[in-house]
T-cell receptor, first 112, second 115 residues
Framework: TQLLEQSPQFLSIQEGENLTVYCNSS?????LQWYRQEPGEGPVLLVTVVTGGEVKKLKRLTFQFGDARKDSSLHITAAQPGDTGLYLCAGEGTYNTDKLIFGTGTRLQVFP | NAGVTQTPKFRVLKTGQSMTLLCAQD?????MYWYRQDPGMGLRLIHY???????AKGEVPDGYNVSRLKKQNFLLGLESAAPSQTSVYFC??????????????FGPGTRLTVL
């Protein structure tokens, strides 16, 4: 079974700080997605990375897919209260290609 | 364009009761999914459908049944609810053009408590 573990599980920071969230596995993934989920709502897709070493930027958010396609990171520069939410990574397995495997999530709180 | 809608938003059941959760999408998506979300465990796939009239088991299908009689609707049934089924349930849909990595659009969730 392919698993995705995220760290840290919880993160509380002040507005303006930088942070990095990690998504790790011992297995290779064909592609990896990052979602953000706000309280009381469903997850919303932020980005999909498909190539080992790929870096994608979405305003203040930078996503990177590991060279070996076993891990990914999300870096937020100058965090804002609007970044508060649950961040989930999800991967398409190389063995179980009939579903996405979701990570355990990182809950981020940004205080003004 | 409502996207993905789920009814009800909240429900409390007693052990052994049954209920059906309804998911509807107006985006003409082929694929639909039911997930459950529990603290510290991310989202786990219960059942999914790749088209009208088709269903398949996901990672945690036991205790649940589904039906997709119409393309726009995907129903999740609990025949005999158990406390272990207390969770937040999310429905999602996608075009399916790139298989399961297509962007999935999620509904707002149903919070179910089984006493």
């Amino acid at each position: 079974t392919q698993l995705l573990e995220q760290s840290p599980q919880f993160l509380s920071i002040q507005e303006g700080e930088n942070l990095t969230v990690y998504c790790n596995s011992s297995s290779v993934f064909s592609s990896l997605q990052w979602y953000r989920q706000e309280p009381g709502e469903g997850p919303v897709l932020l980005v999909t990375v498909v190539t080992g070493g790929e870096v994608k930027k979405l305003k203040r958010l930078t996503f990177q897919f590991g060279d070996a396609r076993k891990d990914s990171s999300l870096h937020i520069t100058a965090a804002q209260p609007g970044d508060t939410g649950l961040y989930l990574c999800a991967g398409e397995g190389t063995y179980n290609t009939d579903k996405l495997i979701f990570g355990t999530g990182t809950r981020l709180q940004v205080f003004p | 364009n409502a996207g993905v809608t789920q009814t009800p938003k909240f429900r409390v059941l007693k052990t052994g009761q049954s209920m059906t959760l309804l998911c509807a999408q107006d985006m003409n998506h082929e694929y639909m999914y039911w997930y459950r979300q529990d603290p510290g465990m991310g989202l786990r796939l219960i059942h999914y459908s790749v088209g009208e009239g088709t269903t398949a088991k996901g990672e945690v299908p036991d205790g649940y049944n589904v039906s997709r009689l119409k393309k726009q609707n995907f129903l999740l049934g609990l025949e005999s609810a158990a406390p272990s089924q207390t969770s937040v349930y999310f429905c999602a849909s996608s075009y399916g053009l790139e298989g399961f990595t297509d962007t999935q659009y999620f509904g707002p969730g149903t919070r179910l408590t089984v006493l």
